[in-house]
C-alpha cells in the first residue's frame, strides 16, 4: 500500500514562496507521474503541476513561470516550489501519485497554502 505524506504548507504574503514536499511510502514500480492539485473554497480540485520519473514535467498556465515540479526518484519525494505567490494560489493542495501500467492513484491528505496580507 502507497501512502503519501505532505508538508510545507502556511500562511505567507503575497508575492512570497513556499516549498511543498511529498513522500511516497511503499511499493512503486513503473513509469509513474507524480504532480499536485488545488483545491479552493467553493471550486473543483484543479491540476497544478506535474511530473513523470522520466522528468516531464507539465503546468496549468496559472501557475506557469511562478512554480516548479520537481522529484527525487531515490527518495520517492516530489516537490513544489512556488514563487511569486497571489491570493488566488489560496488553496488546499493535495499531492498525487498515478502509477500508469495498473492505473492506480493515491491522493495524499492536503496541506493548506494561505496567501494573504
Known amino acids: 500500500q502507497v501512502q503519501l505524506v505532505e508538508s510545507g504548507g502556511g500562511l505567507v504574503q503575497p508575492g512570497g514562496s513556499l516549498r511543498l514536499s511529498c513522500a511516497a511510502s511503499g511499493s512503486i514500480f513503473g513509469f509513474n507521474v507524480m504532480g499536485w492539485y488545488r483545491q479552493a473554497p467553493g471550486k473543483e480540485r484543479e491540476s497544478v503541476a506535474s511530473i513523470t520519473n522520466s522528468g516531464t514535467t507539465n503546468y496549468a498556465d496559472s501557475v506557469k513561470g511562478r512554480f516548479t515540479v520537481s522529484r527525487d526518484n531515490a527518495k520517492n519525494t516530489v516537490y513544489l516550489q512556488m514563487n511569486s505567490l497571489k491570493a488566488e494560489d489560496t488553496a488546499v493542495y493535495y499531492c498525487?501519485?498515478?502509477?500508469?501500467?495498473?492505473?492506480?492513484?493515491?491522493w495524499g491528505q492536503g496541506t493548506q497554502v494561505t496567501v494573504s496580507s
Open positions: 498525487n501519485l498515478g502509477l500508469i501500467r495498473s492505473g492506480t492513484i493515491y
